[in-house]
């Protein structure tokens, strides 16, 4: 018996057509997420309560603005990728679903370069 | 063969949940959570650029009863998400895909992240000093 459907019959029938990609990085960033997501929350655990004086002598420290920018950048690429799986799963009509992926990215991309940005400006302006 | 009414998954209706089927659908549920903690993550880090009084307000709302709630929502769903990723991540290569791993390896990501958002709020309580 053959388990694997025809090439002929699944061409053209992908959600996204670039599977291989989207995969991959989701794998990628997901491992980096694991020290990455860890070293944040030990972080948050100290900034506690923290003002704003406390929380820039901490981004200040050597290290954690590149690990944040890390973080931030793999959150948000990991984040808007697993999103769009989840709207390809569930959205069926094809303008909607097209318009929520695209969406999901302005988004992601959006709010991952504001908080790099800020990172910047927190670590470079006294 | 018609592209337009293939079906999509999953068929939530006509499936029985189990140990497996449960923790998958949370494992989704906690990355699309994530996914926003991500944009309050954004807000939080932004709110220092605006100064200290923006700051000190982001912080008072994460401090209240209410932020303490969702930091608790997000910190489970972290550590949840993170154990059974890491599980994902050792099906990708080929690891513990029999039933007997999947069960064994699917309670011990529950007993991790309920263990991890214990110890991380008593740390976070510590740290803030018993308030
Ligand atoms: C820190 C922020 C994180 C966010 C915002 C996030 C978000 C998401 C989302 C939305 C999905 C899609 C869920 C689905 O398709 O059912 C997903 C999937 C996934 N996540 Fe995360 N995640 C994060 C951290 C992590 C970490 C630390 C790991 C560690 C291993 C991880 C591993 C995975 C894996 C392997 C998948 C694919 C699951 C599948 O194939 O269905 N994620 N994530």
Known sequence: ?126 | MASENRPLSPHLQVYRPQITSILSIIHRLTGVTLAAGALLFACWILAATYGEDAFAFAQRMLGSWFGQLVLLGFTFALFYHLGNGIRHLAWDAGWGFEMDKLRVSGWIVVLFSLLMTCVTFIAAYTAAGGT
């Open chain 1, 1 to 126: 018996m053959q388990h694997r459907s025809a090439l002929d019959k699944v061409r053209h029938l992908g959600s996204t057509h670039s599977g291989a990609e989207h995969w991959w990085s989701e794998r990628l960033t997901a491992i980096a997420l694991v020290p990455l997501s860890l070293w944040f929350v030990y972080s948050a655990i100290g900034l506690t309560g923290a003002d704003l004086a406390e929380f820039k002598a901490w981004i200040g420290l050597y290290g954690n603005p590149v690990l944040l920018i890390l973080f931030i950048f793999c959150m948000f690429h990991h984040g808007h990728l697993g999103v769009q799986v989840v709207i390809e799963d569930y959205v069926h009509n094809e303008q909607v679903k097209f318009l929520a992926i695209i969406s999901t990215k302005f988004v992601a991309v959006l709010f991952g370069t504001a908080s790099a940005f800020a990172v910047l400006q927190l670590t470079f302006r006294i």
